[in-house]
């Protein structure tokens, strides 16, 4: 199965990033072999539509799953358009790794709405 991850840098050892739309680096994993890549967020550094951006950016990739700490309405609506899966990860967990070991135990929160109201250019 293929992951996309908010993170902090550019590895799977990185720290996890809280922000969809605007984490630094999108780490796509495959959960079986645990070959990863890293993209730089192309919603980083917008001054609006950085979930957007960031999930059009990723349904490019085709991954089955997303896994960030937050959603926004517009990020959550692009990626739900785009039959992407996603996730968020528990507090517990701070590293890309530790978030695909969480996934794949199913100890990671299915997402069925937008997390919070979005930053809108923050």
Same mark, same amino acid.
């Given at each position: 199965? @293929?992951?996309?991850?908010?993170? /902090?840098?550019?590895?799977? $050892? &990185?720290?996890?990033?809280?922000? !969809? =739309?605007?984490? +630094? ?27 957007? @951006?960031?999930?059009?950016?990723? /349904?490019?990739?085709?991954? $089955? &799953?997303?896994?960030?700490?937050? !959603? =926004?309405?517009? +990020? ?27 996934? @794949?135990?199913?100890?990671?929160? /299915? ?12």
């Amino acid at each position: 199965m @293929k992951i996309i991850i908010s993170a /902090a840098a550019e590895s799977i $050892d &990185a720290e996890v990033d809280q922000r !969809f =739309g605007r984490s +630094a680096n999108l780490i796509l994993v495959d959960t079986e072999s645990l070959d990863w890549e890293s993209f730089r967020n192309p919603g980083m550094a917008a001054s609006g539509g950085a979930g957007v @951006k960031a999930a059009q950016f990723v /349904a490019g990739l085709d991954p $089955d &799953a997303v896994i960030s700490g937050d !959603f =926004g309405p517009n +990020a959550y609506e692009a990626l739900l358009a785009a039959d992407i899966s996603m996730y968020i990860f528990n507090e517990r967990v701070n590293t890309i790794r530790s978030v695909v070991k969480e996934f @794949k135990k199913g100890d990671l929160i /299915a997402v069925s709405s937008p997390t919070s109201a979005g930053k809108h250019g923050s």
